[in-house]
């Protein structure tokens, strides 16, 4: 099947492999992607409007070559590895109970966004808008709150420590 320039509406897409396909010019409204592998995927102007990828493997994405004026997704239960994120505007996006590794969130607002019960190895947030977002029981991030924007943001015990490591301390137990 053809994914580039057409147009798909609430449509479920269930353990299909796109691995290298391109999705340039698309449109996925209302759209389920289910136990999917879009690795290295080409987003080039693609339109994602109320997209939901769940148990699905995201490897080598670049979401900031979507069509940026509408962009509304999420995802559960799902690895994102090597993605860009930068310079888009998710507000309100959920990132719950994923593998979140080696992504970049370079000035991108992600106010209300959720990262509960997500691992985020070395992903990069920087000049992020991180407002109101949640990281509830998350691991393994890095948050600079000198170079991101942190107001009402929710963190857990005992991952909140990782916060100090901007300054030069040590702490003991």
């Not at 339109?47 to 699905?56: D, Y």
């Not at 959720?114 to 992020?128: C, G, H, M, V, Y």
């Amino acid at each position: 099947m053809e994914y580039q320039n057409q147009e798909f509406e609430s449509e479920t897409f269930k353990e299909i492999d796109f691995t290298g396909l391109s999705f340039k010019d698309s449109e996925f409204s209302d759209c389920t992607f289910l136990n999917c592998n879009l690795s290295n995927v080409k987003l080039e102007n693609t339109r994602l409007q109320n997209v939901l990828f769940k148990n699905c493997k995201l490897l080598g994405l670049n979401f900031a070559e979507c069509y940026k004026l509408v962009i509304d997704f999420g995802f559960e239960n799902s690895l994102i590895r090597l993605c860009i994120f930068s310079g888009l505007k998710l507000k309100n996006t959920n990132f719950s109970n994923c593998k979140v590794f080696e992504c970049g969130f370079f000035n991108t607002d992600l106010t209300k966004a959720t990262f509960e019960n997500s691992d985020l190895k070395d992903s990069t947030f920087q000049s992020a808008n991180l407002s109101y977002t949640s990281f509830k029981n998350a691991i393994n991030y890095e948050v600079n709150p000198y170079q991101n924007e942190l107001k009402k943001t929710k963190f857990s015990l005992p991952e909140a420590t990782s916060l100090l490591n901007v300054f030069d301390i040590e702490l003991e137990q």
